[in-house]
């Protein structure tokens, strides 16, 4: 079944003008996220963990998370490893509400 799934919602390599990959992040850079229903602001840490804050349930204060990545296909699908994508949904695990997808992201700024 996943693969009829890709196969009707295609993949494509994501480009680095369209976002960023968060182990090429320095420690402290700071990232800001817009998507459809809120504005997101991520601390880069180790590895592709970092600090996320901005939506009132999942994270009202900054809390480590690991991030899994960005996909554009159905729910269920395989995020892009470690990429952050404008025009992508945002999966990160969080340490209490295990899987999280983020609505669509709009805009990605970079801020340090």
């Not at 590895?47 to 480590?64: D, K, W």
Request: aromatic residues 8%; contains cysteine; neutral net charge.
């Amino acid at each position: 079944m996943t693969e009829n799934i890709q196969k009707d919602y295609p993949t494509r390599q994501p480009e680095k003008d369209e976002g960023v990959y968060v182990d090429e992040l320095a420690a402290g850079a700071v990232l800001e996220l817009e998507t459809q229903h809120h504005h997101y602001t991520l601390v880069k840490r180790d590895g592709s963990q970092v600090l996320i804050s901005g939506h009132p349930r999942f994270c009202p204060q900054p809390v480590a998370v690991q991030i899994e990545g960005s996909f554009t296909g159905p729910p269920g699908s395989l995020p892009a490893p470690g990429f952050i994508g404008r025009g992508m949904f945002l999966m990160f695990n969080h340490p209490v509400h295990h899987s999280v997808t983020t609505s669509r992201i709009r805009e990605i700024h970079r801020l340090r």
